[in-house]
């Protein structure tokens, strides 16, 4: 069965340092990876995704994620942590066998410190 | 705007009310979903629609009944509810329900509480 982990409920970092937000997979198959960030009283936007290639996805915001095929993870990251960069962050999994459904996980609050 | 609109942003209803929540997408995508987020739980998948035909129905509760007149227009009509349906409903679409892998585009969502 798939399923994502988001191990973290809530990740603090100051202002200026790097962040990181864990996520990890189980699925058959290839998967298809994705992050999505949800800012208060608002749907969820994505913010990259990885379905095949160079490990290191690029996205949105300065975000970036690292596939690991090994760790089934694909952990969230930012060199430079923005205040502005606060909200609720989501890990979501799909296969690749033609299925629709995403997997999100229980997603990870983000606070950036000033 | 992500492109996916809905309406109203927020509910409140009685549970002997009948309401109805709306989704609309001018993206030329295929394929709509609901999902219903609570607090401190996964999203979960309510409903998907692939050109207007449902193709999933994830053990929802009959007081849940969507409909999906054409490919940019998603309802989710609610009688009769219950206080534990209180949450954020998210509706989604994407290219392609079936090939693919390319996301979705949500909308900001409809806060629902039930007295």
């Known amino acids: 069965a798939q399923s994502v982990a988001q191990p973290e409920d809530q990740v603090n970092v100051a202002e200026g340092n790097p962040l990181t937000v864990k996520c990890t997979y189980s699925?058959?198959?290839?998967?298809?990876l994705f992050w999505y960030v949800q800012y208060p009283n608002r749907g969820l936007q994505f913010l990259l995704k990885?379905?095949?290639?160079?490990?290191l996805v690029k996205g949105s915001y300065g975000f970036e994620a690292e596939f690991n095929k090994s760790q089934t993870s694909f952990h969230l990251k930012k060199p430079s942590a923005l205040v502005s960069d606060s909200a609720l962050y989501f890990c979501?999994?799909?296969?690749?066998?033609?299925?629709?459904?995403?997997?999100f996980g229980t997603g990870t609050r983000l606070k950036v410190l000033a | 705007e992500t492109g996916v609109t809905q309406t109203p942003r927020h509910l409140v209803m009685g549970m002997t009310n009948k309401k109805s929540l709306k989704c609309e997408q001018h993206?030329?995508?295929?394929?709509m979903y609901w999902y219903k987020q609570s607090a401190k739980k996964p999203l979960e998948l309510m409903f998907v629609?692939?050109?207007?035909?449902?193709?999933e129905n994830n053990s929802v509760p009959s007081r849940f009944s969507p409909e999906c007149p054409n490919s940019s227009h998603l309802f989710l009509h609610l009688h009769t509810l219950q206080p534990e349906d209180s949450a954020l409903y998210l509706c989604?679409?994407?290219?392609?329900?079936?090939?693919?892998?390319?996301?979705?585009?949500f909308g900001s969502g409809t806060r629902l509480t039930v007295v």
């Open positions: 989604a679409s994407s290219q392609d329900a079936r090939t693919g892998g390319y996301g979705y585009t």
């Open positions: 699925v058959s198959g290839n998967p298809y």
């Open positions: 990885y379905i095949t290639g160079d490990n």
């Open positions: 979501a999994v799909r296969d690749s066998s033609g299925t629709y459904k995403y997997i």
């Open positions: 993206l030329g995508h295929n394929a």
């Open positions: 629609y692939s050109l207007e035909e449902r193709v």
